[in-house]
Nanobody, 126 residues
Framework: QVQLVESGGGLVQAGGSLRLSCVAS????????MGWFRQAPGKEREFVAA????????YYTDSVKGRFTISRDNAKNTVYLQMNSLKPEDTAVYYC???????????????????WGQGTQVTVSS
């Protein structure tokens, strides 16, 4: 069992930055692929970024490439999402998720992830 707790959301002006954190319980954090997803009002949950268990490989949706960076610290059981140059369309509830998955093609799908946090709100004003 893995419990995930996100933090770091808030209200920011367009062009600003936020860093989200997700702390995981349990001693097997390093065995999980970690992902960030987001869900805006009236829209489906969408993939944002993922990172391999070692941190050596990262994956992003096109709309955040060059602006967001996912990273992890396995010693702290924490995954981060650094978000720069934020846009109003980035407004959403952001969720972190954990998966035990070997096929990187599946990292983009919410159904791949077994454990989810409660979410943290990010609001970007124009």
């Amino acid at each position: 069992q893995v419990q995930l707790v996100e933090s770091g959301g808030g209200l920011v002006q367009a062009g600003g930055s936020l860093r989200l954190s997700c702390v995981a319980s349990g001693r097997t954090f390093s065995r999980y692929v970690m992902g960030w997803f987001r869900q805006a009002p009236g829209k489906e949950r969408e993939f944002v970024a993922a990172i391999s268990w070692s941190g050596g490989n990262t994956y992003y949706t096109d709309s955040v490439k060059g602006r967001f960076t996912i990273s992890r610290d396995n010693a702290k059981n924490t995954v981060y999402l650094q978000m720069n140059s934020l846009k109003p369309e980035d407004t959403a509830v952001y969720y972190c998720a954990a998966a035990q998955e070997d096929n990187r093609r599946n990292y983009y799908y919410a159904g791949t992830y077994r454990y989810w946090g409660q979410g943290t709100q990010v609001t970007v004003s124009s």
